[in-house]
């Protein structure tokens, strides 16, 4: 059965510090996988990624595909308050997208 | 543009009744989905479609129906609401296209609650 996997669930840092997101994934018909960071509503967007080992950076944001291990990272540096969120991946697939549960990440001062 | 438009942001329903959640675009895309949010459980998906007059299941497609005559509109409908159906529902929408002019747009949700 398809399958996103996210973790940690949860993860509380300070303000400064670096965090590190992971998806894993198994899936049929892979075609790009994607980072969104949800607030109090919406999903927004951060990045697509469809191939491997080419780091997508945005900032203090950056992310990676591995297509073999099957597998992302999201990286965070210096996080802030503003980044407190939960972060979703998600797996397009030929014709849907499926999401994991989601990381709930709390920035502290 | 004004991008993805969900109505209501609110609604309550007793056990039994129907509805029709709304979702439109501006944006001219082919692709449009609706998913719904429950906590722990990420976005799951419900229908979709890859243009109009075609739509599919997703993952969770019992208890509702979609259709799409016209590019723009995507609306949801639940025909006899059940407790189980209490969540937050997002309609999406994308070119559909692959690579990074897929990116999907989000509308503002719904949040539904079934008594």
């Known amino acids: 059965e398809d399958k996103v996997v996210q973790s940690p669930l949860s993860l509380v840092v300070h303000e400064g510090d670096t965090v590190t997101l992971n998806c894993s994934y198994e899936?049929?018909?892979?075609?790009?996988l994607l980072w969104y960071k949800q607030e109090k509503k919406a999903p927004t967007f951060l990045f697509m990624l469809?191939?491997?080992?080419i780091e997508k950076k945005s900032g203090r944001l950056s992310s990676i595909l591995d297509k073999k291990e099957l597998f992302s990272i999201l990286n965070i540096t210096a996080t802030q308050t503003g980044d407190s969120a939960v972060y979703l991946c998600?797996?397009?697939?030929?014709?849907?997208?499926?999401f994991g549960a989601g990381t709930r990440l709390t920035v502290k001062p | 543009n004004a991008g993805v438009t969900q109505t209501p942001k609110f609604q309550v329903l007793k056990t039994g009744q129907s509805m029709t959640l709304q979702c439109a675009q501006d944006?001219?895309?082919?692709?449009m989905s609706w998913y719904r949010q429950d906590p722990g459980m990420g976005l799951r998906l419900i229908h979709y479609?890859?243009?109009?007059?075609?739509?599919d299941q997703g993952e969770v497609p019992n208890g509702y129906n979609v259709s799409r005559s016209t590019t723009e509109d995507f609306p949801l409908r639940l025909l006899s609401a059940a407790p189980s159906q209490t969540s937050v529902y997002f309609c999406?929408?994308?070119?559909?296209?692959?690579?990074?002019?897929?990116?999907?747009?989000f509308g503002p949700g719904t949040r539904l609650t079934v008594l």
């Open positions: 999406a929408s994308s070119t559909g296209a692959s690579g990074d002019d897929n990116e999907q747009f």
């Open positions: 899936v049929t018909n892979f075609r790009s």
């Open positions: 469809t191939s491997s080992g």
């Open positions: 998600a797996v397009e697939r030929d014709n849907d997208m499926r």
């Open positions: 944006m001219n895309h082919e692709y």
């Open positions: 479609s890859v243009g109009a007059g075609i739509t």
